[in-house]
């Protein structure tokens, strides 16, 4: 579990702050004896001032480029009466005004940043440092993952001054991969020129002042060239204080922690989620950030000998079901409330929040296991247009198992008393 001090990483960002079918009523599992049931609210309003809703964009509002059916109309019923929401999101890859802006479009409800998280959006926080970690704002930070390198450009945006990506590394030594010529085209289009050269393995007085040192790594969004990534990943976990080219002697040192690994100063790794799979457009769910991290850990066991031996890879996970990311989901969605209700919202406490999602390791893990500093009871709710396939078991159970987000918006409505709305 992830510490509540770490939401100060978020605010470092500056982003302002159905009804159940029958069939389903097997799959549901009460979770009534560790968190309050709301069966009806004890007063009325012109609308709900006490509930809220959390929203998983990928199986739940689009799949890969298009709508969901029904989506926009949940959005824009929620807008008109003046109910709080917020998108809670394992995806990235852009910044997060850009993808707020084609998210706008591809709904056709107007959306803005201060009610959107992406999985990196906390690796903002990093560039200054919190718990620990030192500032990385001019230090040298691989950044892998996304489409060309646009992951580069959200790093910047951030304030990250010396980011370097993998197309960056085999551009300059092509042999460091040789594997990865097919792309070259690919990569020679995106390339910069790295800060410094990479040491010299021949040098009997290696000049270490002047030589390529990374001093941390982030996994922004899913890799697309996994086999690069990973050899180079590798390196740096394996290398002597993040200098790539060179070997740590305290590797496989019984007499150390760890057995030496990942004791000599190598660069800290950041993954942004832990997603195994996601709703593409494709029939069937499709590998993600989680796949790949699962690779290298494989390989890893097989090059250190995992924790068989006693090893272990280090590394610190963010995005759902982290608890520190519905810890700040919460925050904002108090901010909102006060935004959007003003005295009203100060009249009658967050009761409840509604994390609607398709993954139930992800959304709904995350919503189940979050105990809310505030009282606030999270409700979890898996919908049927994403990652769950219906009829099958969860491999963690949801509060209820609807169709698609517009039943999710009426269930939530009429377990906390309120009028839910006509189909029409």
């Known amino acids: 579990m992830a510490s509540r001090h770490n939401l100060s990483i978020f605010l470092k960002f500056g982003i302002r702050p159905a009804l159940i079918r029958q069939s389903d009523a097997s799959s549901i599992v009460s979770r009534r004896s560790q968190r309050t049931f709301i069966t009806e609210a004890s007063e009325k309003s012109t609308f709900p001032n006490d509930l809220a809703f959390?929203?998983?964009?990928?199986?739940?509002?689009?799949?890969?480029?298009?709508p969901i059916a029904r989506a926009q109309k949940a959005l824009k019923y929620l807008q008109a009466h003046k109910i709080p929401f917020i998108l809670l999101t394992n995806g990235g890859g852009k910044h997060e005004s850009e993808r707020i802006i084609e998210l706008?479009?591809?709904?056709?409800?107007?959306?803005?940043?201060?009610?959107?998280?992406?999985?990196?959006?906390?690796?903002?926080?990093?560039?200054?440092?919190f718990s620990g970690q030192e500032a990385l704002r001019d230090k040298c930070i691989l950044v892998t993952g996304g489409e060309g390198d646009r992951c580069r450009k959200v790093a910047e945006k951030y304030g990250f001054t010396n980011v370097v990506t993998p197309g960056d590394i085999v551009n300059a030594y092509p042999n460091i991969w040789p594997f990865s010529r097919v792309f070259s085209t690919y990569y020679e289009s995106q390339a910069r020129t790295l800060p410094k050269p990479m040491l010299d393995p021949y040098s009997k007085d290696p000049d270490y002042s002047n030589a390529l040192k990374v001093d941390a790594t982030f996994i922004f969004s899913d890799?697309?060239?996994?086999?690069?990534?990973?050899?180079?990943?590798?390196?740096?976990?394996?290398?002597?204080?993040?200098?790539?080219?060179?070997?740590?002697?305290?590797n496989n040192n019984p007499d150390l922690p760890n057995r030496g690994y990942q004791q000599d100063g190598q660069p800290p790794l950041y993954f942004s989620n832990p997603d195994l799979l996601w709703a593409a457009a494709y029939?069937?769910?499709?590998?993600?950030?989680?796949?790949?991290?699962e690779a290298l850990e494989g390989v890893w066991k097989a090059i250190t000998g995992g924790e068989e031996k006693g090893v272990k890879l280090e590394k610190r996970m963010f995005g759902k079901p982290n608890t520190v990311t519905y810890e700040f989901a919460e925050k904002r969605l108090e901010e909102h409330r006060t935004v959007i209700l003003g005295k009203e919202s100060a009249g009658r406490?967050?009761?409840?929040?509604?994390?609607?999602?398709?993954?139930?390791?992800?959304?709904?893990?995350?919503a189940n296991e979050?105990?809310?500093?505030?009282?606030?009871?999270?409700?979890?709710?898996?919908?049927?247009?994403?990652?769950?396939?219906?009829?099958?078991?969860?491999?963690?159970?949801?509060?209820?198992i609807v169709d698609d987000v517009w039943d999710a918006v009426k269930w939530g409505l009429k377990r906390s008393g309120w009028e839910t709305p006509a189909d029409s």
């Open 54 to 66: 959390a929203f998983d964009i990928d199986g739940v509002l689009i799949r890969s480029s298009k």
């Open 104 to 129: 706008s479009e591809r709904l056709g409800v107007t959306l803005d940043t201060g009610l959107f998280v992406q999985s990196h959006t906390p690796f903002a926080g990093l560039v200054d440092g």
């Open 223 to 250: 890799p697309r060239d996994w086999a690069l990534d990973t050899q180079l990943i590798l390196d740096l976990l394996l290398s002597h204080k993040g200098f790539l080219g060179t070997v740590s002697k305290l």
């Open 283 to 293: 029939h069937l769910p499709r590998l993600g950030q989680g796949g790949f991290r």
């Open 349 to 366: 406490k967050l009761r409840s929040v509604y994390m609607v999602g398709d993954n139930p390791a992800s959304d709904i893990q995350g």
């Open 370 to 400: 979050y105990q809310s500093p505030h009282g606030t009871d999270w409700q979890s709710i898996l919908v049927k247009s994403g990652v769950y396939s219906a009829g099958t078991t969860p491999a963690v159970q949801p509060d209820v």
